[in-house]
C-alpha cells in the first residue's frame, strides 16, 4: 500500500479559492489564475478559510528540491502512489492540490475527470524561488512557462492539432481568446492571410508559429524560463511571405535575382511573371508602363514598396496600399503634344521653338520672385504691331485700345532682368532645393529611425543612427535662416542690396556645424553600407524611402553627400554674382569677403578629402585645351566624364564640329578640335610642348543646364542629344544640340550621369526626370547629310569666309592693333602727324589713312587673301 503518511510541515494554513466560486469550466480566461494568498487581507471576511493539503504523487514524492521547496513556503504535504485514495474524497475543511510530474499518465487522466486542482513541480520550485505563496489555476498547472501570455490562433484547419495546442498553452499557465484584441499578447498563426493577421500587423502584436509552443513545452521544467522572452521566441516569427508565391516584373537581373534570394529567406516562393500559381506580382512601377497580359482577380500587382515593407515591418503589408496603377502625367502630355506641331513657316518655327523651349524648361523654373519692373506707364503702352493686324476691325481696335487703360487687376510688363539678380535667384533657387534634400534626409530617414515602437523593434542602434547622420540635423538648421533671408532680400530686391551679408552672418554656425560631418562622411557611408549588408530590415527600410519621389532614385549615401559639395557650390555663385556686380556697389567688398568666410569653413575640413587623382585629370584638359580658363582648376572639383560629339545646331560652334565635352562634378567645359594646330612654343629649356588639340569655347556651369533633352531616333537623327541652356546674360533660354561620335559611349548612361551632377549642383533630388524624350524634328535637329562630301565643302567655305570677313572688317578690328599696325610701318614724322591728326579728328583717322603708304599695303594684301580665298572655294565647289 502506497505510504499515505501526513508530513508535518508546520501549522501555517494557506488559502484556497473555493471551486464553486471559480469553476474552471465557466471561469472567464483573464480570471484564471490567483494566489493562496490573495484573500489574506482584502478577501478575509468574503471567502472561507480552508487547509490546504498537498500531495505528492509518484515521481513528485522522490523529488527532494520539491520537498524542500514545499517547506520553504510553509506548506504540507503528503506523498502516495495511489491517487484513487484521495480522488473520492470531498471533505470541505481541505483543499488538495495534486503534484504530478507527468500530465500524460493515467494518474492525470483520473485526477483531471473530477475536477482535481493539478499543478506540476515546475510551480511549486517557481513560487518557492521567488517567496511567494503557491500558484492556483482552475486548470491543471504544469509549470508559468507562459504566465501572463494571451494568445489568439488564426489560419488553423486541424481542430485536433489546435486542441492540443491549447491544452499546452493552459499547462504553460497561458491562457486562450477567441477573439483578437488588444489584451492578446501573442498571435499563433499557420498563413499570413485574414483579418486577425492584419490586426496583429498594426498593433506591432508578435506573430509566431505553433513551433513555439511545442519548444516551448519542450522546456517546461526549466524554472527560471519564460516563453515570452523575446531572444527565444524571434527564431518562431512567422515569415511575412509565408504562404506566398511572388513573381516580379521589370526589374533588372540583378534586383530581381536579389529579390528572389530575399523571398525564400523570408518564407515564401517565387516563380516566373505569368506563373498561375502566383499569389502576388511585384512591379518595378518606374519601369513598367502597361502590364504584359490581364491579372486575374486572386492577383495581387503591387509596387515594390509593398515587398520591402513587408521585410521591414517582418510581416506581410497589406496590399491594399500598394496595389500597382498605371501613371500618366497630363504635364508631361501637354509637353509631348507641343513638341508635335511643326509649322511650315521659318518664322512660326522660331516661335514654336521659343516655346517648346519654354515649356521644356517650365517645370525647372521654381523662382517666386518677380523681376524689377518697367516704369507704370509702359505696362498700358498699345504695341503697334496689334493695331496693324488685318485681323482686327475697327470694333476689335476699339475694344484693344479700352483694355490697355491701366488697371488694378492688370499683370505687370517685366524689363530685362539684370544678371546680378539673376545669379542672387539661382543661389535662392539651390539653396532651397538643397534644404528640401536635407528635409528629406530627416523626414524620411532620420526620424522614422529614430522613433520609438517601431514595429518589430528598433531597425538601428542609436549609436549607428548618430554616426550615419552627425550634424545634418545642425547643418538643416542654418541653411534653413539662409533660405529665409535670401528670400525675404529677392522679394524686395535693390541692386544695392548685400547678398555677402547674408552669408556672413552665418559664417560661425557654418565652421561649427559642417567639418563635423564632412570630415567623418567616410564613416557615415561605411556604416550606411556594412548596415544595410548584415540587416535585412534596414536594407528593406532603405529600398522602400529611396524608392520614393523625394529621394530621386538616390541612395541615402548619395543624398548625404550633398553636405559635402555644397560650400564649394555657394562659393562659385558668389562669384559669379561678384563678377556681376558694379566696383562701386558696396557689396562687391562683402562678397568677396563671404567668399573668404567660406574658403575659411573648407580649411576646417580634412585636406585627405581631396582627390588627387582628379586634380591630375583637371591638369590634363587644361593643358589639351587652348584658352582654357584658369578658374577650371579647383580643390573641390574633379573630372567625371569625357565625351566627343559632333555640333548640329549654329550654338555653341558652328554644325559640323567635332566637340568634346568634358563633364566636371560641377560645371561642363566645351571645347572644339583645332582646324590648324602650329607647334610653335617652346619652353626655357628649348623643349617643345605638344600643342594643344582643342580650342576653348565655353565653361558652362551645370547650374545653367535647365532641361536635357534625349533625340529619339529616327531616319535623319541618329544618337543625338540636346541641352537647354540659360545663362544669366541671356533672356531666352539656348538649344546646343549634339551628335555622339563614336560607340563607346552609351547615350542612355552618359544622359543620365549628366542629369545626376546637373541635380546635385542645384541640389534637386529628382535627378532623372530632367531627361525628357524629344522628337528632334520638333525641334528642327538633324544628322542627315553630316559626312557627305557637300557638307564638308560647305562647312569649309563658311570657316573660310569667317577668316575674310574679319580680315575685310575694320570695325571688328581692336582700335590699338590699328593703330600699331600703322605706327609700325611710317616714318618717324607720319607717326607724330598721324597721332596729331587722330586727337583732332577722332572717327575719320580711318579715312585719311588711306593716303599714307602704310595703308596701301595693307589694302594689297587684304586683295592678296581675297583671291586666295576664291580660289580654294572654286576648287572646293
Not at 449 to 472: C, Y
Not at 847 to 864: I, W
Request: proline fraction near 5%; hydrophobic fraction near 35%.
Amino acid at each position: 500500500m502506497a505510504d499515505s503518511s501526513i508530513v508535518t510541515l508546520g501549522t501555517a494554513r494557506s488559502l484556497l479559492v473555493d471551486s464553486s466560486v471559480y469553476d474552471s469550466r465557466i471561469a472567464e480566461t483573464t480570471k484564471d489564475h490567483v494566489f493562496l494568498g490573495m484573500a489574506c487581507e482584502d478577501g478575509e471576511d468574503m471567502l472561507p478559510k480552508v487547509e490546504t493539503r498537498v500531495v505528492l504523487v509518484g515521481e513528485a514524492c522522490r523529488n527532494g528540491a520539491l520537498v524542500k521547496a514545499l517547506q520553504d513556503i510553509h506548506t504540507p504535504c503528503i506523498t502516495t502512489d495511489n491517487v484513487q485514495e484521495f480522488g473520492d474524497e470531498e471533505n470541505p475543511d481541505f483543499e488538495t492540490v495534486f503534484v504530478l510530474a507527468d500530465f500524460d499518465s493515467p494518474d492525470y487522466s483520473y485526477l483531471y475527470k473530477r475536477d482535481s486542482r493539478i499543478v506540476g513541480p515546475p510551480v511549486v520550485l517557481h513560487c518557492a524561488a521567488k517567496e511567494e505563496p503557491l500558484q492556483f489555476s482552475c486548470r491543471p498547472l504544469y509549470s508559468t512557462t507562459m504566465l501572463n501570455l494571451s494568445l489568439c490562433f488564426t489560419g488553423f484547419r486541424n481542430k485536433e492539432e489546435m486542441k492540443n495546442l491549447v491544452n499546452l498553452v493552459h499547462h504553460m499557465g497561458g491562457t486562450i481568446r477567441k477573439d483578437f484584441s488588444t489584451k492578446v499578447t501573442h498571435l499563433i498563426a499557420y498563413s499570413t492571410h485574414g483579418e486577425k493577421y492584419r490586426l496583429a500587423v498594426c498593433l506591432g502584436t508578435p506573430i509566431l508559429t505553433p513551433s513555439w509552443i511545442l519548444k516551448a513545452w519542450e522546456r517546461r521544467d526549466d524554472v527560471y524560463f519564460h516563453a515570452g522572452e523575446e531572444e527565444f521566441r524571434t527564431e518562431f516569427k512567422v515569415p511575412p511571405f509565408q504562404d506566398c508565391i511572388l513573381s516580379f516584373l521589370g526589374f533588372s537581373e540583378e534586383d530581381k535575382a536579389n529579390m528572389e534570394e530575399r523571398t525564400l529567406k523570408h518564407g515564401g516562393g517565387y516563380r516566373e511573371f505569368g506563373d498561375e500559381s502566383c499569389t502576388h506580382m511585384v512591379v518595378e512601377e518606374n519601369s513598367v508602363k502597361e502590364l504584359p497580359f490581364s491579372p486575374s482577380k486572386k492577383l495581387f500587382v503591387v509596387k515594390q514598396e509593398w515587398f520591402w515593407g513587408s521585410i521591414q515591418m517582418d510581416a506581410r503589408a497589406g496590399e491594399s496600399m500598394y496595389l500597382y496603377e498605371k501613371n500618366d502625367s497630363p504635364a508631361m502630355k501637354k509637353a509631348v503634344s507641343l513638341l508635335s506641331l511643326v509649322t511650315p513657316n521659318s518664322n512660326r518655327k522660331r516661335r514654336r521653338l521659343r516655346d517648346t523651349l519654354a515649356q521644356l524648361t517650365k517645370e525647372t523654373e521654381i523662382s517666386p520672385f518677380p523681376p524689377p519692373r518697367k516704369r507704370p506707364s509702359a505696362e498700358h503702352s498699345l504695341s503697334m504691331g496689334s493695331l496693324l493686324d488685318i485681323s482686327n476691325t475697327p470694333e476689335t481696335c476699339k475694344a484693344l485700345a479700352e483694355s490697355s487703360k491701366p488697371s488694378r487687376s492688370s499683370t505687370p510688363v517685366v524689363t530685362k532682368q539684370s544678371a546680378r539678380w539673376q545669379v542672387s535667384k539661382e543661389l535662392y533657387q539651390t539653396e532651397s532645393n538643397y534644404v528640401d534634400i536635407l528635409s528629406t534626409i530627416l523626414q524620411l530617414f532620420k526620424h522614422p529611425l529614430d522613433r520609438e515602437g517601431q514595429v518589430g523593434g528598433p531597425i538601428l542602434a542609436q549609436e549607428e543612427i548618430k554616426t550615419i547622420f552627425g550634424s545634418i540635423p545642425d547643418i538643416y538648421e542654418v541653411h534653413t535662416r539662409i533660405k529665409h533671408d535670401l528670400e525675404e532680400l529677392l522679394t524686395d530686391w535693390r541692386e544695392e542690396r548685400s547678398v555677402g551679408d547674408i552669408i556672413l552672418k552665418y559664417s560661425k554656425e557654418l565652421v561649427k556645424a559642417y567639418p563635423p560631418f564632412v570630415n567623418f562622411f567616410e564613416m557615415s557611408k561605411e556604416t550606411v553600407v556594412r548596415c544595410e549588408k548584415q540587416k535585412p530590415r534596414f536594407h528593406a527600410f532603405l529600398k522602400i524611402n529611396q524608392s520614393k519621389p523625394e529621394c530621386g532614385r538616390q541612395t541615402l549615401v548619395e543624398l548625404l553627400i550633398r553636405p559635402v559639395q555644397r560650400l564649394p557650390s555657394v562659393a562659385l555663385l558668389l562669384n559669379d554674382i561678384k563678377k556681376h556686380t558694379a566696383d562701386d556697389n558696396p557689396d562687391k567688398i562683402t562678397l568677396e569677403k563671404a567668399i573668404d568666410s567660406l574658403k575659411e569653413v573648407m580649411t576646417h575640413i580634412n585636406e585627405d578629402k581631396r582627390k588627387t587623382e582628379g586634380q591630375k585629370q583637371i591638369f590634363d584638359v587644361v593643358y589639351e585645351v587652348d584658352g582654357c580658363p584658369a578658374n577650371l582648376l579647383s580643390s573641390h572639383r574633379s573630372l567625371v566624364h569625357r565625351v566627343e560629339t559632333i555640333a548640329l545646331g549654329d550654338q555653341p560652334c558652328d554644325r559640323g564640329e567635332h566637340v568634346t565635352l568634358f563633364l566636371f562634378n560641377d560645371c561642363l567645359e566645351i571645347a572644339r578640335k583645332r582646324h590648324k594646330v602650329i607647334n610653335t612654343f617652346k619652353s626655357p629649356l628649348g623643349q617643345t610642348r605638344p600643342p594643344a588639340p582643342l580650342k576653348h569655347i565655353a565653361l558652362m556651369p551645370l547650374s545653367q543646364i535647365r532641361r536635357v533633352l534625349d533625340l529619339q531616333d529616327t531616319e535623319e537623327c541618329v544618337n543625338a542629344f540636346a541641352l537647354v541652356v540659360r545663362p544669366p546674360t541671356e533672356q531666352e533660354n539656348l538649344l546646343f544640340s549634339f551628335q555622339l561620335a563614336g560607340e563607346e559611349t552609351v547615350k542612355s548612361d552618359w544622359l543620365r550621369t549628366l542629369c545626376r551632377h546637373v541635380a546635385n549642383t542645384i541640389c534637386r533630388a529628382d535627378a532623372e526626370d530632367m531627361i525628357q524624350c524629344t522628337d528632334p524634328d520638333s525641334l528642327q535637329v538633324s544628322t542627315k547629310d553630316m559626312d557627305s562630301t557637300l557638307s564638308k565643302a560647305s562647312r569649309a567655305i563658311k570657316k573660310t569666309s569667317k577668316k575674310v570677313t574679319r580680315a575685310f572688317s575694320f570695325t571688328k578690328t581692336p582700335k590699338r592693333v590699328i593703330q600699331r599696325a600703322f605706327m609700325a610701318s611710317g616714318t618717324p614724322d607720319e607717326k607724330n602727324q598721324r597721332l596729331s591728326y587722330e586727337n583732332r579728328i577722332g572717327s575719320s583717322s580711318t579715312l585719311a589713312a588711306h593716303h599714307s603708304p602704310s595703308m596701301v599695303n595693307l589694302h594689297s594684301m587684304f586683295e592678296r587673301k581675297y583671291h586666295t580665298f576664291s580660289r580654294s572655294t572654286t576648287h572646293l565647289l
